[in-house]
Protein backbone atom coordinates (compact mmCIF):
# COMPACT_ATOMS: atom_id res chain seq x y z
CA UNK A 1 0.00 0.00 0.00
CA UNK A 2 1.30 3.68 -0.86
CA UNK A 3 1.22 5.59 2.41
CA UNK A 4 1.51 9.66 1.34
CA UNK A 5 1.73 11.72 4.86
CA UNK A 6 1.19 15.57 5.14
CA UNK A 7 3.77 15.91 2.39
CA UNK A 8 4.90 19.16 1.09
CA UNK A 9 7.55 19.90 -1.53
CA UNK A 10 9.07 23.45 -1.92
CA UNK A 11 11.33 23.85 -4.78
CA UNK A 12 14.14 26.98 -4.65
CA UNK A 13 13.70 29.53 -7.55
CA UNK A 14 15.26 32.75 -8.57
CA UNK A 15 18.61 33.75 -9.55
CA UNK A 16 20.28 32.20 -6.47
CA UNK A 17 17.84 30.17 -5.09
CA UNK A 18 16.68 32.64 -2.92
CA UNK A 19 12.92 32.26 -3.07
CA UNK A 20 10.88 29.29 -2.87
CA UNK A 21 7.65 28.05 -4.58
CA UNK A 22 5.29 25.63 -2.50
CA UNK A 23 4.36 23.08 -5.16
CA UNK A 24 2.97 20.54 -2.77
CA UNK A 25 1.48 21.26 0.91
CA UNK A 26 0.66 19.12 3.62
CA UNK A 27 -0.77 16.02 1.35
CA UNK A 28 -2.05 12.91 2.23
CA UNK A 29 -3.64 9.93 1.09
CA UNK A 30 -3.47 6.47 0.14
CA UNK A 31 -3.66 3.86 -2.48
CA UNK A 32 -4.49 0.17 -2.21
CA UNK A 33 -3.84 -2.81 -3.79
CA UNK A 34 -6.05 -2.89 -6.60
CA UNK A 35 -7.49 0.35 -6.31
CA UNK A 36 -6.93 3.43 -9.21
CA UNK A 37 -6.71 6.48 -7.51
CA UNK A 38 -7.20 9.46 -9.59
CA UNK A 39 -5.22 12.83 -8.72
CA UNK A 40 -6.93 15.50 -10.57
CA UNK A 41 -6.72 19.44 -10.82
CA UNK A 42 -6.16 21.93 -13.24
CA UNK A 43 -2.26 22.49 -14.75
CA UNK A 44 0.60 23.48 -12.11
CA UNK A 45 -1.63 21.88 -9.10
CA UNK A 46 0.97 19.99 -8.23
CA UNK A 47 0.44 16.04 -9.43
CA UNK A 48 3.18 15.47 -11.47
CA UNK A 49 5.17 16.63 -8.63
CA UNK A 50 3.50 14.56 -6.36
CA UNK A 51 4.24 11.44 -9.12
CA UNK A 52 8.00 12.57 -9.30
CA UNK A 53 8.10 12.41 -5.29
CA UNK A 54 6.45 8.92 -5.29
CA UNK A 55 9.15 7.39 -7.71
CA UNK A 56 12.23 8.86 -5.99
CA UNK A 57 12.65 11.48 -8.87
CA UNK A 58 13.03 14.20 -6.29
CA UNK A 59 13.31 14.62 -2.62
CA UNK A 60 10.08 15.55 -0.41
CA UNK A 61 11.00 18.64 2.28
CA UNK A 62 8.98 17.38 4.53
CA UNK A 63 6.54 14.63 5.55
CA UNK A 64 6.83 10.96 4.53
CA UNK A 65 6.07 8.71 1.67
CA UNK A 66 6.32 5.00 2.35
CA UNK A 67 4.87 1.86 0.00
CA UNK A 68 4.33 -1.52 1.92
CA UNK A 69 5.78 0.52 5.28
CA UNK A 70 9.39 1.47 3.52
CA UNK A 71 10.03 4.61 2.74
CA UNK A 72 10.58 5.74 -0.90
CA UNK A 73 14.53 4.91 -1.94
CA UNK A 74 15.43 5.49 -5.49
CA UNK A 75 16.96 2.10 -6.41
CA UNK A 76 16.42 -1.12 -8.08
CA UNK A 77 14.53 -3.10 -5.36
CA UNK A 78 12.28 -0.12 -5.37
CA UNK A 79 12.03 0.06 -8.93
CA UNK A 80 10.89 -3.66 -8.99
CA UNK A 81 7.70 -2.44 -6.98
CA UNK A 82 6.66 0.86 -8.59
CA UNK A 83 7.15 2.29 -11.83
CA UNK A 84 5.75 5.72 -13.87
CA UNK A 85 4.66 5.85 -17.43
CA UNK A 86 4.38 9.69 -18.35
CA UNK A 87 2.45 11.78 -20.60
CA UNK A 88 4.86 11.37 -24.07
CA UNK A 89 5.76 7.53 -24.91
CA UNK A 90 8.47 8.24 -27.36
CA UNK A 91 10.62 10.62 -24.39
CA UNK A 92 10.74 6.99 -22.55
CA UNK A 93 12.71 5.31 -25.68
CA UNK A 94 15.73 6.10 -27.23
CA UNK A 95 15.02 6.68 -31.18
CA UNK A 96 18.80 5.20 -32.02
CA UNK A 97 17.80 1.66 -30.80
CA UNK A 98 14.80 -0.70 -31.15
CA UNK A 99 11.95 0.12 -28.88
CA UNK A 100 12.02 -3.79 -27.47
CA UNK A 101 15.61 -2.36 -26.24
CA UNK A 102 13.73 -1.35 -22.82
CA UNK A 103 12.87 -4.84 -22.53
CA UNK A 104 16.68 -6.19 -22.20
CA UNK A 105 17.84 -3.75 -19.97
CA UNK A 106 15.22 -4.80 -17.41
CA UNK A 107 16.71 -8.49 -18.28
CA UNK A 108 20.40 -7.24 -17.39
CA UNK A 109 19.32 -5.19 -13.74
CA UNK A 110 16.74 -7.48 -12.89
CA UNK A 111 16.76 -11.24 -14.41
CA UNK A 112 20.75 -11.75 -15.78
CA UNK A 113 20.06 -15.24 -14.86
CA UNK A 114 17.30 -16.08 -17.02
CA UNK A 115 17.97 -18.12 -20.15
CA UNK A 116 17.30 -16.02 -23.23
CA UNK A 117 14.99 -18.34 -24.63
CA UNK A 118 12.56 -18.38 -21.35
CA UNK A 119 12.78 -14.66 -21.38
CA UNK A 120 11.46 -13.90 -24.70
CA UNK A 121 9.04 -15.98 -23.87
CA UNK A 122 8.60 -14.21 -20.67
CA UNK A 123 8.62 -11.21 -23.31
CA UNK A 124 5.93 -12.10 -25.56
CA UNK A 125 3.65 -13.29 -23.11
CA UNK A 126 3.57 -9.48 -21.58
CA UNK A 127 3.40 -8.09 -24.93
CA UNK A 128 -0.34 -10.02 -25.20
CA UNK A 129 -1.34 -9.22 -21.90
CA UNK A 130 -1.29 -5.74 -22.73
CA UNK A 131 -3.14 -6.62 -26.14
CA UNK A 132 0.40 -6.60 -28.84
CA UNK A 133 1.37 -8.57 -30.87
CA UNK A 134 4.48 -9.65 -30.54
CA UNK A 135 5.42 -9.92 -34.06
CA UNK A 136 3.86 -6.45 -35.04
CA UNK A 137 6.16 -4.62 -32.43
CA UNK A 138 9.47 -6.74 -31.53
CA UNK A 139 12.32 -5.27 -33.49
CA UNK A 140 11.11 -2.55 -34.47
CA UNK A 141 12.28 1.19 -33.84
CA UNK A 142 10.27 3.59 -31.90
CA UNK A 143 9.31 5.74 -34.50
CA UNK A 144 7.50 2.74 -36.70
CA UNK A 145 5.31 2.98 -33.54
CA UNK A 146 2.07 4.48 -32.53
CA UNK A 147 1.84 6.33 -29.13
CA UNK A 148 -0.27 3.57 -28.04
CA UNK A 149 2.01 0.54 -28.96
CA UNK A 150 4.72 2.13 -27.49
CA UNK A 151 2.77 3.13 -24.13
CA UNK A 152 1.77 -0.72 -23.81
CA UNK A 153 5.57 -1.12 -24.38
CA UNK A 154 6.18 0.28 -21.29
CA UNK A 155 2.62 -1.15 -19.36
CA UNK A 156 4.45 -4.42 -20.65
CA UNK A 157 8.06 -3.56 -19.49
CA UNK A 158 6.51 -2.97 -15.82
CA UNK A 159 4.41 -6.35 -16.02
CA UNK A 160 7.59 -8.24 -16.33
CA UNK A 161 8.94 -6.64 -12.91
CA UNK A 162 5.53 -8.03 -11.45
CA UNK A 163 5.37 -4.37 -10.07
CA UNK A 164 2.85 -3.31 -7.23
CA UNK A 165 1.85 0.14 -8.39
CA UNK A 166 1.90 2.05 -11.28
CA UNK A 167 2.61 5.84 -11.35
CA UNK A 168 0.49 6.98 -15.13
CA UNK A 169 0.96 10.50 -15.16
CA UNK A 170 -1.13 11.76 -18.04
CA UNK A 171 -0.34 8.62 -20.35
CA UNK A 172 -3.59 8.88 -22.32
CA UNK A 173 -3.18 12.54 -23.11
CA UNK A 174 -1.14 11.70 -26.31
CA UNK A 175 -3.66 9.36 -27.45
CA UNK A 176 -6.39 9.27 -29.76
CA UNK A 177 -9.70 8.51 -28.06
CA UNK A 178 -10.25 4.83 -29.09
CA UNK A 179 -6.42 4.11 -28.03
CA UNK A 180 -7.05 6.05 -25.33
CA UNK A 181 -9.99 4.00 -23.76
CA UNK A 182 -8.16 0.42 -24.85
CA UNK A 183 -5.42 1.61 -23.03
CA UNK A 184 -7.64 2.51 -20.23
CA UNK A 185 -9.34 -0.72 -20.19
CA UNK A 186 -6.32 -2.41 -20.30
CA UNK A 187 -5.31 -0.49 -16.65
CA UNK A 188 -8.98 -1.57 -15.18
CA UNK A 189 -8.01 -5.71 -16.54
CA UNK A 190 -4.40 -4.95 -14.81
CA UNK A 191 -5.82 -3.45 -11.43
CA UNK A 192 -7.80 -6.71 -11.35
CA UNK A 193 -4.88 -8.40 -10.95
CA UNK A 194 -3.69 -6.53 -7.75
CA UNK A 195 -1.95 -3.57 -9.15
CA UNK A 196 -2.75 -0.47 -7.41
CA UNK A 197 -3.12 2.89 -10.43
CA UNK A 198 -1.84 6.21 -9.57
CA UNK A 199 -3.95 8.02 -12.54
CA UNK A 200 -2.61 11.30 -12.80
CA UNK A 201 -4.95 13.43 -15.29
CA UNK A 202 -6.31 16.62 -16.21
CA UNK A 203 -9.20 15.27 -17.77
CA UNK A 204 -12.15 14.59 -15.02
CA UNK A 205 -13.94 12.34 -17.76
CA UNK A 206 -11.14 9.60 -17.35
CA UNK A 207 -10.48 9.88 -14.12
CA UNK A 208 -14.09 9.26 -13.09
CA UNK A 209 -14.10 6.23 -15.74
CA UNK A 210 -11.32 4.16 -14.07
CA UNK A 211 -10.77 5.13 -10.03
CA UNK A 212 -12.17 4.06 -7.07
CA UNK A 213 -11.45 6.71 -5.74
CA UNK A 214 -10.35 10.72 -6.66
CA UNK A 215 -8.31 13.02 -4.96
CA UNK A 216 -8.55 16.68 -6.16
CA UNK A 217 -5.66 19.15 -6.31
CA UNK A 218 -5.76 22.73 -5.73
CA UNK A 219 -2.53 24.82 -6.04
CA UNK A 220 -0.62 22.00 -4.05
CA UNK A 221 -3.36 21.20 -1.55
CA UNK A 222 -6.15 18.81 -1.57
CA UNK A 223 -9.34 20.27 -1.51
CA UNK A 224 -11.63 17.59 -1.89
CA UNK A 225 -11.64 13.92 -2.25
CA UNK A 226 -13.02 10.20 -1.79
CA UNK A 227 -14.97 7.41 -3.62
CA UNK A 228 -14.82 8.55 -6.75
CA UNK A 229 -19.14 8.45 -7.54
CA UNK A 230 -19.39 10.90 -4.39
CA UNK A 231 -16.75 13.23 -5.27
CA UNK A 232 -18.21 13.70 -8.71
CA UNK A 233 -22.00 12.97 -7.82
CA UNK A 234 -22.05 15.38 -4.81
CA UNK A 235 -19.26 17.90 -5.17
CA UNK A 236 -18.42 19.39 -1.77
CA UNK A 237 -15.74 22.27 -2.54
CA UNK A 238 -16.18 24.94 -5.36
CA UNK A 239 -13.29 24.04 -6.60
CA UNK A 240 -14.32 20.79 -7.74
CA UNK A 241 -17.91 21.96 -9.01
CA UNK A 242 -16.01 24.41 -11.53
CA UNK A 243 -14.03 21.52 -12.50
CA UNK A 244 -16.53 19.55 -13.09
CA UNK A 245 -18.48 22.03 -14.76
CA UNK A 246 -15.97 23.79 -16.81
CA UNK A 247 -16.18 23.73 -20.72
CA UNK A 248 -13.91 25.46 -23.26
CA UNK A 249 -14.68 28.94 -23.22
CA UNK A 250 -12.89 30.71 -26.30
CA UNK A 251 -10.92 34.08 -25.30
CA UNK A 252 -12.00 33.71 -21.65
CA UNK A 253 -9.15 33.52 -19.26
CA UNK A 254 -10.01 30.44 -16.18
CA UNK A 255 -11.81 31.67 -13.66
CA UNK A 256 -10.79 31.50 -10.20
CA UNK A 257 -12.85 28.62 -8.48
CA UNK A 258 -16.72 30.57 -7.07
CA UNK A 259 -16.42 31.53 -3.62
CA UNK A 260 -19.57 29.79 -1.53
CA UNK A 261 -21.73 31.98 0.95
CA UNK A 262 -20.93 28.93 4.01
CA UNK A 263 -18.30 26.58 4.57
CA UNK A 264 -18.94 23.09 5.31
CA UNK A 265 -15.70 22.71 7.14
CA UNK A 266 -16.19 25.60 9.19
CA UNK A 267 -20.12 25.13 10.00
CA UNK A 268 -19.17 21.96 11.15
CA UNK A 269 -16.29 23.57 13.55
CA UNK A 270 -13.42 21.55 11.45
CA UNK A 271 -10.16 22.52 12.22
CA UNK A 272 -6.71 21.01 10.28
CA UNK A 273 -6.74 18.70 7.92
CA UNK A 274 -9.85 17.70 5.87
CA UNK A 275 -13.78 17.94 7.01
CA UNK A 276 -15.16 13.81 7.09
CA UNK A 277 -18.84 15.42 5.32
CA UNK A 278 -19.72 12.03 4.91
CA UNK A 279 -18.20 8.32 4.99
CA UNK A 280 -15.24 8.08 2.48
CA UNK A 281 -15.28 11.74 1.52
CA UNK A 282 -13.28 14.46 2.61
CA UNK A 283 -13.57 18.13 1.90
CA UNK A 284 -11.15 21.49 2.79
CA UNK A 285 -12.51 24.76 3.83
CA UNK A 286 -14.28 26.76 0.57
CA UNK A 287 -12.28 29.77 1.17
CA UNK A 288 -8.82 28.45 0.32
CA UNK A 289 -7.10 31.95 0.25
CA UNK A 290 -8.54 33.13 3.38
CA UNK A 291 -8.68 30.34 6.46
N1 LIG B 1 11.70 21.79 -10.77
C1 LIG B 1 10.87 22.80 -10.46
N2 LIG B 1 11.36 23.99 -10.05
C2 LIG B 1 10.53 25.01 -9.71
N3 LIG B 1 9.19 24.93 -9.73
C3 LIG B 1 8.63 23.78 -10.13
C4 LIG B 1 9.43 22.65 -10.52
N4 LIG B 1 8.61 21.63 -10.87
C5 LIG B 1 7.36 22.11 -10.71
N5 LIG B 1 7.38 23.39 -10.26
C6 LIG B 1 6.20 24.21 -9.95
O1 LIG B 1 5.36 23.46 -9.09
C7 LIG B 1 4.00 23.68 -9.41
C8 LIG B 1 3.32 22.36 -9.69
O2 LIG B 1 3.83 21.83 -10.91
P1 LIG B 1 3.39 20.38 -11.45
O3 LIG B 1 4.17 20.12 -12.69
O4 LIG B 1 3.48 19.41 -10.37
O5 LIG B 1 1.86 20.66 -11.81
P2 LIG B 1 0.84 19.73 -12.63
O6 LIG B 1 -0.44 19.78 -11.89
O7 LIG B 1 1.43 18.39 -12.87
O8 LIG B 1 0.70 20.53 -13.98
P3 LIG B 1 0.49 19.97 -15.50
O9 LIG B 1 -0.88 19.33 -15.53
O10 LIG B 1 0.57 21.19 -16.33
O11 LIG B 1 1.58 18.97 -15.76
C9 LIG B 1 3.98 24.65 -10.59
O12 LIG B 1 3.79 25.94 -10.08
C10 LIG B 1 5.36 24.48 -11.18
O13 LIG B 1 5.77 25.67 -11.82
Known amino acids: MLRIQDVTKQFRVGAFGGKSVTAVQNVSFEVAPGEVVSLIGESGSGKSTI ?3 ILGLSPATSGSITFDGLPVKSGKEYYRRIQGIFQDPFSSFNPVFKADRVFGMIKEA ?48 ALLLDIKLLVADEITSMLDA ?29 GNYLAERTVVLRRGSVVEMG ?26 PWDDAATVDTCLYHERGASGGLLEAEPGHLVACAQLETC
Open 51 to 53: GRL
Open 227 to 252: LTELVFGDPLHPYTRELLSAVPRLHE
Open 178 to 206: STRIDVLNLLAELKSRGLGVLYITHDLSL
Open 110 to 157: YFPAVPGPEWSERVEQSLRDVRLNPGQVLGKYPHQLSGGQLQRLLIAR
